[in-house]
């Protein structure tokens, strides 16, 4: 907020009269055309707290010379081939895809479902299943960003890393690389 207003300020300097108003000052700061840009990169999704037990983040890069569309085309044949009714124990009570805008924006987003039978879902959730989200972003280069994480609770008992884990192994086997 202090560097819009010191910019602001600067902007207006020229044209200072005691009975100028914030108003008349923001309004001067819009009309010069100076932007204010967010300084995270497009195309990143922000990462897991280093204190969450229940995220996680990675990243994986396609093979050299494969074009994004390409790069999509194998990340989609990864979500694919993971299994409808979970693996390794977890995501037993299925995934959907909420969406996919792979093609045009670089995002995805995946929902994963607990078959809610288990012990914890029983005691801590009254039976119902736990959700995940998966999120991916693309990059123009192909290089794709997951970020699966619990909706709720502090930890996901390894849950979100076996996930990722098996999608990633899906991509490396086809040369992609951390």
Partial sequence: MRFIILLSLTVCTAAYSPSFTRRDVMRNFAASGIVVANTQAANALSACNPKANNCVFAKLTPPSGKSKSAA??????????????????????????????????????????????????????????????????????????????????????????????????????????K
């Fill in 72 to 177: 999509i085309k194998d990340i989609r044949a990864a979500i694919k081939a993971y299994p409808k009714n979970g693996q390794a124990n977890i995501d037993g009570g299925g995934w959907k895809i909420i969406k996919d805008d792979l093609g045009l924006k670089g995002t995805a987003r995946i929902e994963y479902r607990s078959s809610g039978n288990g012990f914890f879902a029983k005691a801590l959730n009254d039976g119902k299943p736990f959700v995940d989200d998966l999120e991916l972003q693309v990059n123009s280069k192909g290089v794709v960003q997951f970020k699966s994480q619990s909706r709720v609770g502090d930890s996901d008992f390894g849950v979100n890393k076996k996930r990722v884990k098996y999608l990633s192994k899906g991509l490396k086997s086809q040369g992609w690389t």
